[in-house]
């Protein structure tokens, strides 16, 4: 099961907690030594800024795939994100040059974080708070060569990860900060096929986390089907666990066309043009009660279009900011904003919390 960890920023002594969660998922990942302390550095910095700027925040510290999927095996990541209801960065370019910082921190910055990372990226908004994504992989920092990479490029920089033509990404957030969240996401290819996995395991903790696990181990067998069959097939995967909610969204890049199906509370929001529409799940256990005929939805993908999946640990009025992936943002950054924008004190979360996201790769990204 894969291990997700939650460090509440509130005082100096959480920062040390999430540099020890940085050492701890490098270590899950297979960083070696030297970018095991770049993305120590980055946790440390990112959670230092939390205290120093919005009076604290929350740490995520995860494992993910790229964001971009190559053709062959891929190398996973270590991604930290910091989420805070701060009062926003004023001069986000200001801050992202080298060296600006003050006395309190490590004198790193957020431009040294975008440096030693292989992808960074930074939302802030007025009033609104910010969030910054950082990813690191295994290999030479992309900064050793004396230049950093573009966003979302492949390590070292050179960009093998744009061949998809369509990006995902997510952040999971473990209900009362347990060692592993009953929510799990994924996504694969399937040659013209990019299909986004989102599972809801029932109830919360290790055996919630072993169902939507084996659904994700499942989907590397059955990525290549439509997802209404896919859910078919789960529903053998998950017998004998507690079962799970189930999403499955699949983008064709030939077609130009999504397909998405369903089963228990996972939401979905696709973006189409202005406005936000919801694909509906039927209602169900996957892995309990053995599906019929399930709704597929066809829908036109385009260079415009954001879909977002997300557990019921969202509240249920929740709906995206109308600046949701605009402009063209790390999906990984559209869901920690999401996260950010949809929990306050007044709503308190009750369940794992997990979004994926997923978008089409702009032909014109550096």
């Known amino acids: 099961m894969p291990r997700v960890w939650e460090v509440p920023v509130r005082d100096s002594t959480r920062v040390r907690d999430a540099r020890v969660a ?11 030594e030297r970018r095991t302390a770049a993305a120590a550095l980055v946790a440390t910095e990112l959670a230092t800024n939390l205290l120093k700027y919005a009076e604290g925040g929350t740490m995520l510290i995860d494992v993910v795939d790229p964001p971009v999927l190559p053709e062959g095996p891929a190398a996973r990541s270590v991604q ?9 960065i004023p001069d986000v370019p200001a801050a992202l040059r080298d060296g600006y910082t003050t006395t309190r921190s490590l004198g790193a910055g957020l431009g040294t974080c975008r440096r030693l990372a292989d992808d960074f990226a930074l939302h802030s908004a007025p009033g609104r708070g910010t969030v910054a994504v950082a990813r690191l992989t295994r290999g030479p920092a992309p900064g050793a060569a004396g230049r950093s990479p573009g966003p979302h490029a492949g390590p070292g920089g050179n960009g093998e990860w744009r061949a998809a033509g369509v990006r995902a990404g ?22 013209d096929r990019c299909t986004l996995l989102l599972a809801d395991g029932l109830g919360h903790g290790t055996q919630a986390a072993r169902a939507s696990t084996a659904a994700v181990e499942a989907l590397r067998q059955w990525a290549h089907l439509p997802p209404g069959e896919i859910l078919g097939r789960l529903h053998e995967a998950l017998t004998g666990t507690r079962g799970a909610a189930v999403a499955v ?13 369903g089963i228990g509370n996972v ?7 202005d406005r936000w529409r919801a694909l509906l799940s039927r209602p169900g256990i996957v892995g309990v009660h053995r599906p019929g005929r399930v709704r597929e939805d066809d829908l036109p993908w385009t260079g415009d279009s954001l879909l977002i999946l997300h557990t019921d640990g969202l509240p249920s009025r929740w709906s995206p900011a109308p600046d949701a992936g605009r402009p063209p943002a790390d999906p990984a950054v559209t869901a920690a904003v999401t996260v950010r924008d949809a929990s306050s004190s007044a709503l308190p979360v009750r369940d794992d919390t997990a979004v994926a996201v997923l978008a089409p790769d702009p032909p014109d990204r550096p």
């Open 80 to 88: 930290i994100a910091a989420l805070d209801h701060g009062p926003g």
């Open 249 to 261: 969204a699949q983008v064709d890049t030939r077609t130009e066309r999504l397909r998405f199906s």
């Open 22 to 32: 940085a050492e701890e998922a490098a270590a899950v990942a297979g960083l070696d």
């Open 267 to 273: 939401g979905a929001r696709l973006r189409e043009g």
């Open 170 to 191: 997510g952040v999971n957030v473990p209900y009362a900060s347990a060692t592993h969240s009953g929510d799990a996401w994924a996504w694969h290819r399937s040659g």
